[in-house]
């Protein structure tokens, strides 16, 4: 009874020792709680099947040709999956699988979705590539004689050499430190040029324009120098300028600084142009009252140039386009009125051109018995009682012909010639008889 009792206890001691260590046994092999569970990976349909891994990692190398794009493994119960892009010819994987106590469990078997590697296709020849043109530049700088850069200058190129800005031409304005460029020129020859602006010259380049050449090779830019040196100044091609000098003057005269009323005075104006520009110059001559502008007495330079006269009596001339260093000469007449009060008259005249502006004034003094101009002699036809001062005016009455003179005698002037001829012979001879017979005696 005793050993029945004991097998029975055995019996029951073995059987507790078999179920604990198939539970030891299942804990060991759950799949991480992660990870879906799959029975196997796939087979078949490109797919390669690899057993018997048992390892927790497995590199694979697809066969000459093929290219791995899908992968799968299996480590205890959990299968995962995976894409491999773009295909690739070998791949190694690493088992993520962990148990409860944080084991990472072995690769059991493992498979790879082979996809057949593409061709490559022959590398086609590159076509031969033209090589890019050479371009070059031309740029510079514009400044005046003290080196300000001048802002908003135009420079241009003179495409057909007209020497002026014409439509078509390149052209490029100044920035604010006078700073000007053309890009991506083609090699050849330009002529670079500027707009000159009003009350400007030019101090360089001396002809007021460069000539510049662009190299085809390396796409440098070089100045023309002279006949020997050619194209061989860089740049920049600068352009200076100055300010022209700006001038106006007048003197003013007349023909006497002491008159009377009731005569004639004249009075010359040279208006002069004393700068280096062409300009059109205003004169206006401001007589005194009771000095009256003599019609078509002016001229200007010799041509007779009637003044326009305002209603204040002034008479004005516009001179049009007087060169520079130059002189206009206005010569005209006025009447001194026979009202016009004793004293000194000033006569102002004013030149003026734009902000420029001149006066000159010019005196004459009247008086009561003032040179008075006309013919003083009594016996002319013309005598003027009240003129002090002979103008050689004077006309006579015609004289009747008198008849010749010989010695002592006039003869008269009767008959015809031929008669008067004879009788002069005759008076001749008694005289020279009378003249022998006294030397006689």
Request: proline share 14%.
């Given at each position: 009874m005793h050993s029945e009792l004991r097998t029975k206890i055995?019996?029951?001691?073995?059987?507790?020792?078999?179920?604990?260590?198939s539970l030891i046994g299942v804990f060991s092999y759950l799949p991480a709680p992660a990870y879906a569970a799959q029975e196997v990976c796939p087979k078949g349909n490109g797919w390669t099947s690899h057993i018997d891994v048992n390892d927790t990692s497995y590199a694979y190398d697809a066969p000459d040709g093929w290219l791995i794009s899908e992968w799968c493994y299996k480590a205890a119960r959990v299968v995962n999956q995976g894409v491999v892009d773009p295909p690739q010819s070998s791949v190694t994987l690493e088992s993520t699988v962990e148990n409860q106590n944080g084991q990472v469990q072995d690769i059991s078997h493992a498979s790879f979705l082979l996809v057949p590697?593409?061709?490559?296709?022959?590398?086609?020849?590159?076509?031969?590539?033209e090589p890019e043109p050479v371009t070059g530049s031309i740029w510079g700088y514009k400044y005046d004689e003290e080196e300000n850069g001048l802002e908003d200058w135009t420079i241009f190129i003179d495409l057909n050499e007209s020497g002026d800005f014409d439509e078509g031409d390149l052209s490029t304005s100044t920035n604010g430190d006078g700073y000007y460029t053309f890009e991506d020129l083609e090699p050849g020859g330009y002529t670079v040029s500027e707009v000159i602006q009003d009350g400007w010259t030019w101090v360089s380049p001396n002809d007021g324009f460069w000539y510049v050449w662009i190299d085809g090779e390396t796409g440098e830019s070089f100045g023309w120098s002279d006949e020997d040196e050619g194209y061989t100044i860089p740049g920049p091609f600068d352009f200076v300028n100055r300010l022209l000098v700006l001038g106006i003057g007048v003197v003013k005269d007349s023909s006497t600084d002491v008159t009377a009323i009731n005569t004639l005075i004249t009075y010359t104006i040279i208006v002069s142009n004393t700068g280096e520009t062409t300009l059109d110059i205003l004169v206006t001559d401001d007589p005194p009252e009771g000095f009256t502008y003599v019609l078509g007495s002016a001229t200007v330079d010799g041509v007779s140039v009637e003044p326009i006269i305002d209603v204040d009596g002034n008479l004005i001339w516009l001179l049009a386009d007087v060169g520079p260093d130059s002189d206009v000469t206005i010569i005209y007449d006025m009447l001194i009125e026979d009202f016009v009060e004793i004293g000194t008259k000033e006569n102002?005249?004013?030149?003026?051109s734009g902000e420029l502006k001149e006066v000159d004034p010019a005196e004459v003094l009247i008086e009561e018995d003032?040179?008075?101009?006309g013919c003083t002699d009594p016996e002319a036809e013309n005598y003027d009682p009240e003129a002090n001062q002979d103008d050689e005016s004077c006309e006579y009455p015609q004289e009747e012909e008198q008849g010749e003179v010989l010695g002592a005698e006039v003869l008269p002037d009767t008959g015809t010639p031929i008669v008067n001829l004879l009788f002069a012979a005759l008076v001749f001879?008694?005289?020279l008889y009378f003249r022998r017979r006294s030397k006689k005696l």
């Open positions: 055995f019996s029951i001691f073995t059987s507790l020792t078999l179920l604990f260590q590697e593409p061709e490559e296709p022959e590398p086609e020849e590159p076509e031969p590539e102002t005249v004013t030149v003026s003032g040179e008075v101009l001879e008694v005289g």
